[in-house]
């Protein structure tokens, strides 16, 4: 899905006056971005909209996003309408279609022809798209057919796809966007976090934000879209979601700031590369813009911080009595890297990522991370109500990495982890037998070092993140294209991970000389898989596989995890309030009544 | 006064005529329902799936009706409409056409979704049941509206759902077999408490005669209506079954499908078995169907190979289309 993607050269972008990243930003630097007033801001903004608009409204690609652009710049209608025409002889892409042909019509409907309305009526008329089995491609249709539906009312169901009427259509997709929300907002999203999909939330809220009719709606929107940026800011570095994710593919999983995600730090916070992307040019076309507070929290690195978030399971519809148990979620953000993990197990098919670093250096190789890789027609079976034998041959027609014993992506029910600020503990208890019996850790061949320590750690060097990962097994180091790959052949497994900068710790010596210091003491039996380790910063973790937490001798608790909580972001669970704070500033998002305060 | 009686006469013939069924031999129509062909994936340009019907005449051509892509489960035909009424379980709700298939309405909302299977009570048109992973649902108002029918149920995730003759209703869910005997007001567990059951059919000659097929643990009997449950192994070599179908005609012959078990037949009412696939080129049987009209001719359905018929009662088989498609069941309906 990263077609149609272009990475602005550096230097277009400085002669155009655009903020380029160059990484590594210093505190200082990052404080100043985040202080800038707010026409500063949307000054910055406009630029880069302009960049991405500008970028469509002269293109010929011929596509829906090109006639938008045409339309809401006011640039060569008729070839706008000749392309919106042409574009909808050939309707297709289910939802995917949806939004982009709405949001092609809303913006240029004042502006078309007659003929290229009725064309556009008349393809919500033929054209039935399919509604998905993802919670992204639930918000894209039905964002879409709420506005379709506001944009034709009284007409009959013979005059839309699915035999409803305007006024169904109307109420159905309102009912399911409030319930979506309300489930977001009280138990957490159930496809959250992704680097990937993120932008199908955010296209999705955007347009229902710039041009619903019905006000609860079009406030519910901006709403959803404040939620969903200010949930990526604050877990985003550089341009790249930091942590775990509920879904990513490979390569963009070891390439972070590839992802469609990026494009939206770029444009709304200025953050990453200069990118344009079909997935911004609806919302920089749009009228949102950012609450200054959100960009502020997605730019200040001056401190350290750590962020704790609930989000839950996709539908479990198989093998499990609970339908959407939750996922924990901690994520440590510093200025030069990120560390972030989910605490293990199936929690999503295929595409879960359920930890990883990632740092300001050495972009696209920007992250280090480990799995075990897993598959199974009983995880496909939790959430894919098709016959469970054949699944993985149905799944890995559309996906051909799922039953790659290589593969970068995927839980596991084998997997759990233990976080406490920038240190993580992950354990494996690999059934005998199970698809592949190692786990495997991704190192970029970019790092500038990656030492294999006779201590038993392996030390690396990214800029000026330091990361130190202790194999609690003996593996085998393998070159690849892009990367060392860490295999190891045991099933009672694991590694104890800490991480710090060069602020942090100082020199990469020295960070190296107090882990040798440090030998986590694991058991690694038959049913009891354990460690016990002391923190650079002198905590004591003790864990034991799957889920016995304790710190300093305290029970680790992960059931009382907020919705959020962390030094920006505070949301109890099932309150449907999202407080955001920084420093004096305030923004109060309260779903419930469907107000902003400041 | 002659001539209006002439209209009036004329009137009530044209009205009648138009109330009964076309006077036209008795032939079978098969209707499949298609999951995807060869790949699926959301958002890409997808061959069509959906819901086929065969040509008469030509038992490998089929034409689609209904929306395009909507991959569809299960189809269902309202009982004594003729053909006019068509149900489809859908990815995107319970589809339903009143005109053999010329418009279609989704008539489910947003709550209703990945219908595995629909089931129109014979003894009520406006009364209609369907399953999902997320429990059952009824109508009783001809489809305007539908509620949740879950109470009793210890597991949600339900397949197939049958209404038995008498009107009992019996669902197939993920923790084994349910009943209700007040229309799916309250589900009580079955004897067959079997983990993963996929399938059940009941015997047009003997309602008290039961079979369900399972996910691991192959195929069960009862004899008593679902009282008393027995492994039905002999002959048996494999433990997935999706599909079980009873000869309309002869009440002892019995067939029976599943994962790479191609087609299963007995001959002494489900007491040994034995299989039958000369000419089966794909051994996954998702569903299989006897001809009314010729109890002979018989149709296996199979998850990517399309559909294959047999007009032997299953001693050698042919393709009969929709190759590379995963076809999820398979109707006959006789005029």
């Given at each position: 899905?990263?077609?149609?993607?272009?990475?602005?050269?550096?230097l277009?972008?400085?002669?155009?006056?655009?903020?380029v990243?160059?990484?590594?930003?210093?505190?200082?630097?990052?404080?100043?971005?985040?202080?800038v007033?707010?026409?500063?801001?949307?000054?910055?903004?406009?630029?880069?909209?302009?960049?991405?608009?500008?970028?469509?409204?002269?293109?010929?690609?011929?596509?829906?996003y090109c006639?938008?652009?045409?339309?809401?710049s006011?640039?060569?209608?008729?070839?706008?309408?000749?392309?919106?025409?042409?574009?909808?002889?050939?309707?297709?892409?289910?939802?995917?279609?949806?939004?982009?042909?709405?949001?092609?019509?809303?913006?240029?409907?004042?502006?078309?022809?007659?003929?290229?309305?009725?064309?556009?009526?008349?393809?919500?008329?033929?054209?039935?798209?399919?509604?998905?089995?993802?919670?992204?491609?639930?918000?894209?249709?039905?964002?879409?057919?709420?506005?379709?539906?506001?944009?034709?009312?009284?007409?009959?169901?013979?005059?839309w796809?699915?035999?409803?009427?305007?006024?169904?259509?109307?109420?159905?997709?309102?009912d399911?966007?409030i319930?979506?929300?309300?489930?977001?907002?009280?138990?957490?999203?159930g496809?959250?976090?992704?680097?990937?999909?993120?932008?199908?939330?955010?296209?999705?809220?955007?347009?229902?934000?710039?041009?619903?009719?019905?006000?609860?709606?079009?406030?519910?929107?901006?709403?959803?879209?404040?939620?969903?940026?200010?949930?990526?800011?604050?877990?985003?570095?550089?341009?790249q979601?930091?942590?775990?994710?509920?879904?990513?593919?490979q390569?963009?999983?070891?390439?972070?700031?590839?992802?469609?995600?990026?494009?939206?730090?770029?444009?709304?916070f200025?953050t990453?590369?200069?990118?344009?992307?079909?997935?911004?040019?609806?919302?920089?076309?749009?009228?949102?813009?950012?609450?200054?507070?959100?960009?502020?929290?997605?730019?200040?690195?001056?401190?350290?911080?750590?962020?704790?978030?609930?989000?839950?399971?996709?539908?479990?519809?198989?093998?499990?009595?609970?339908?959407?148990?939750?996922?924990?979620k901690?994520?440590?953000?510093?200025?030069?890297?990120?560390?972030?993990?989910?605490?293990?197990g199936?929690?999503?098919?295929?595409q879960?990522?359920?930890?990883?670093?990632?740092?300001?250096?050495?972009?696209?190789?920007?992250?280090?991370?480990g799995?075990?890789?897993?598959?199974?027609?009983?995880?496909?079976?939790?959430?894919?109500?098709?016959?469970?034998?054949?699944?993985?041959?149905?799944?890995?027609?559309?996906?051909?990495?799922?039953?790659?014993?290589?593969k970068?992506?995927?839980?596991?029910?084998?997997?759990?982890t233990?976080?406490?600020?920038?240190?993580?503990?992950?354990?494996?208890?690999?059934?005998?037998?199970?698809?592949?019996?190692?786990?495997?850790?991704?190192?970029?061949?970019?790092?500038?070092?990656?030492?294999?320590?006779?201590?038993?750690w392996?030390?690396?060097?990214?800029?000026?993140t330091?990361?130190?990962?202790?194999?609690?097994?003996?593996?085998v180091?393998?070159?690849?294209?892009?990367?060392?790959?860490?295999?190891?052949?045991h099933?009672?497994?694991?590694?104890?991970?800490?991480?710090?900068?060069?602020?942090?710790?100082?020199?990469?010596?020295?960070f190296?000389?107090?882990?040798?210091?440090r030998?986590?003491?694991?058991?690694?039996?038959?049913?009891?898989?354990?460690?016990?380790?002391?923190?650079?910063?002198?905590?004591?973790?003790?864990?034991?596989?799957?889920?016995?937490r304790?710190?300093?001798?305290?029970?680790?608790?992960?059931?009382?995890?907020?919705?959020?909580d962390g030094?920006?972001?505070?949301?109890?669970?099932?309150?449907?309030?999202?407080?955001?704070t920084?420093?004096?500033?305030?923004?109060?998002?309260?779903?419930?009544?469907?107000?902003?305060?400041? | 006064?002659?001539?209006?009686?002439?209209?009036?006469?004329?009137?009530?013939?044209?009205?009648?005529?138009?109330?009964?069924?076309?006077?036209?031999?008795?032939?079978?129509?098969?209707y499949?329902?298609?999951?995807?062909?060869?790949?699926?994936?959301?958002?890409?340009a997808?061959?069509?799936?959906?819901?086929?019907?065969?040509?008469?005449?030509?038992?490998?051509?089929?034409?689609?009706?209904?929306?395009?892509?909507?991959?569809?489960?299960?189809?269902?035909?309202?009982?004594?409409?003729?053909?006019?009424?068509?149900?489809?379980?859908?990815?995107?709700?319970?589809?339903?056409?009143?005109?053999?298939?010329?418009?279609?309405?989704?008539?489910?909302?947003?709550?209703?979704?990945?219908?595995?299977?629909?089931?129109?009570?014979?003894?009520?048109?406006?009364?209609?049941?369907?399953?999902?992973?997320?429990?059952?649902?009824?109508?009783?108002?001809?489809?305007?509206?539908?509620?949740?029918?879950?109470t009793?149920?210890?597991?949600?995730y339900?397949?197939?759902?049958?209404?038995?003759?008498?009107?009992?209703?019996?669902?197939?869910?993920?923790?084994?077999l349910?009943?209700?005997?007040?229309?799916?007001?309250?589900?009580?567990?079955?004897?067959?408490?079997?983990?993963?059951?996929?399938?059940l059919?009941?015997?047009?000659?003997?309602?008290?005669?039961?079979?369900?097929?399972?996910?691991?643990?192959?195929?069960?009997?009862?004899?008593?209506?679902?009282?008393?449950?027995?492994?039905?192994?002999?002959?048996?070599?494999?433990?997935?079954?999706?599909?079980?179908?009873?000869?309309?005609?002869?009440?002892?012959?019995?067939?029976?499908?599943?994962?790479?078990?191609?087609?299963?037949?007995?001959?002494?009412?489900?007491?040994?078995?034995?299989?039958?696939?000369?000419?089966?080129?794909?051994?996954?049987?998702?569903?299989?169907?006897?001809?009314?009209?010729?109890?002979?001719?018989?149709?296996?359905?199979?998850?990517?190979?399309?559909?294959?018929?047999?007009?032997?009662?299953?001693?050698?088989?042919?393709?009969?289309?929709?190759?590379?498609?995963?076809?999820?069941?398979?109707?006959?309906?006789?005029?």
């Amino acid at each position: 899905m990263n077609r149609n993607r272009v990475i602005l050269p550096a230097l277009a972008a400085t002669l155009l006056g655009l903020p380029v990243s160059a990484g590594g930003a210093s505190g200082t630097a990052a404080d100043a971005r985040s202080n800038v007033s707010r026409a500063e801001y949307l000054r910055g903004y406009q630029q880069r909209a302009q960049v991405i608009a500008s970028y469509y409204d002269t293109s010929m690609a011929g596509d829906y996003y090109c006639a938008a652009a045409r339309y809401a710049s006011g640039k060569d209608i008729r070839t706008a309408d000749s392309m919106f025409v042409a574009a909808l002889k050939r309707p297709g892409g289910d939802m995917f279609w949806m939004f982009s042909c709405i949001g092609a019509y809303l913006n240029g409907k004042d502006r078309m022809s007659p003929e290229t309305k009725a064309a556009v009526r008349n393809a919500w008329k033929t054209y039935a798209p399919y509604r998905g089995d993802t919670e992204n491609h639930w918000a894209m249709y039905y964002s879409s057919l709420f506005l379709a539906s506001e944009q034709w009312p009284g007409l009959p169901g013979s005059e839309w796809y699915n035999g409803k009427s305007s006024e169904e259509n109307r109420a159905d997709a309102k009912d399911y966007l409030i319930h979506w929300m309300e489930i977001a907002t009280t138990i957490g999203q159930g496809e959250f976090d992704t680097p990937h999909y993120f932008t199908e939330y955010a296209v999705s809220m955007s347009l229902l934000a710039d041009f619903a009719k019905d006000p609860d709606m079009k406030q519910r929107g901006k709403m959803m879209l404040d939620y969903l940026l200010v949930d990526f800011a604050d877990e985003q570095l550089d341009g790249q979601y930091l942590g775990g994710y509920s879904r990513i593919y490979q390569p963009e999983v070891y390439m972070p700031i590839t992802c469609p995600a990026s494009a939206f730090a770029w444009l709304y916070f200025g953050t990453g590369e200069p990118v344009v992307s079909y997935w911004v040019l609806l919302p920089a076309i749009g009228e949102y813009r950012l609450p200054q507070i959100i960009h502020r929290i997605a730019t200040d690195r001056s401190r350290s911080y750590v962020e704790r978030e609930r989000k839950r399971v996709r539908n479990v519809i198989r093998f499990g009595k609970e339908k959407n148990p939750p996922v924990y979620k901690y994520t440590y953000v510093t200025k030069e890297y990120g560390i972030g993990s989910l605490q293990g197990g199936l929690l999503q098919p295929i595409q879960q990522h359920t930890w990883g670093i990632q740092y300001t250096y050495g972009r696209p190789f920007t992250t280090i991370f480990g799995l075990h890789p897993y598959w199974s027609s009983y995880e496909l079976g939790m959430f894919f109500p098709e016959e469970i034998k054949p699944l993985i041959a149905d799944v890995v027609g559309s996906k051909g990495t799922y039953n790659n014993p290589d593969k970068w992506t995927g839980g596991s029910p084998f997997e759990r982890t233990f976080q406490y600020r920038n240190t993580l503990i992950v354990l494996y208890d690999i059934e005998p037998g199970t698809m592949t019996e190692h786990i495997d850790g991704f190192f970029p061949r970019n790092l500038q070092e990656r030492v294999a320590d006779s201590s038993g750690w392996v030390f690396c060097k990214a800029g000026d993140t330091y990361i130190g990962w202790y194999p609690l097994q003996a593996g085998v180091w393998t070159q690849e294209a892009d990367n060392w790959r860490f295999r190891s052949n045991h099933l009672r497994n694991g590694e104890v991970v800490e991480v710090r900068s060069k602020s942090e710790i100082g020199s990469f010596e020295k960070f190296c000389g107090a882990l040798r210091l440090r030998r986590p003491g694991a058991e690694l039996e038959p049913g009891n898989v354990a460690v016990e380790y002391t923190t650079l910063g002198g905590d004591r973790m003790n864990f034991r596989f799957p889920g016995r937490r304790t710190l300093n001798g305290k029970n680790v608790d992960l059931t009382k995890t907020p919705l959020f909580d962390g030094p920006f972001l505070h949301a109890a669970v099932g309150s449907q309030k999202l407080s955001i704070t920084y420093g004096k500033e305030k923004l109060n998002l309260d779903f419930k009544q469907l107000t902003i305060t400041e | 006064m002659h001539g209006m009686n002439t209209i009036r006469t004329l009137a009530v013939v044209v009205i009648l005529a138009a109330l009964l069924p076309p006077c036209v031999p008795a032939q079978s129509t098969v209707y499949s329902s298609v999951l995807a062909t060869h790949l699926f994936v959301v958002g890409a340009a997808n061959p069509q799936t959906g819901v086929f019907f065969q040509h008469p005449g030509d038992d490998t051509v089929w034409s689609h009706t209904g929306s395009k892509t909507i991959r569809a489960f299960n189809v269902a035909l309202g009982p004594g409409s003729h053909g006019r009424v068509i149900y489809i379980a859908g990815g995107n709700g319970v589809h339903l056409s009143r005109d053999g298939g010329r418009t279609w309405k989704i008539t489910t909302g947003w709550q209703i979704t990945e219908v595995m299977c629909v089931a129109p009570d014979p003894a009520d048109t406006n009364t209609v049941y369907c399953t999902t992973p997320y429990g059952v649902f009824k109508t009783t108002d001809g489809c305007s509206t539908w509620r949740e029918m879950n109470t009793g149920l210890t597991a949600l995730y339900i397949p197939s759902l049958i209404v038995e003759k008498g009107g009992l209703l019996c669902c197939v869910s993920e923790d084994g077999l349910f009943r209700s005997t007040d229309g799916g007001g309250r589900w009580d567990r079955m004897a067959l408490s079997v983990s993963g059951t996929r399938i059940l059919a009941q015997s047009p000659a003997d309602p008290s005669f039961l079979i369900a097929g399972t996910e691991n643990y192959g195929l069960y009997v009862s004899h008593d209506g679902g009282t008393i449950w027995t492994r039905s192994e002999s002959g048996v070599d494999h433990l997935t079954f999706y599909a079980v179908a009873f000869d309309p005609v002869n009440p002892d012959i019995v067939y029976a499908g599943g994962y790479v078990t191609g087609v299963y037949k007995s001959l002494d009412g489900a007491k040994t078995w034995k299989r039958t696939n000369e000419g089966l080129a794909n051994l996954n049987v998702h569903a299989i169907a006897v001809d009314p009209l010729d109890h002979n001719r018989v149709y296996a359905a199979t998850l990517w190979g399309g559909v294959f018929s047999s007009v032997d009662g299953g001693a050698h088989w042919k393709s009969a289309g929709l190759s590379g498609s995963q076809v999820w069941s398979i109707v006959i309906h006789t005029l």
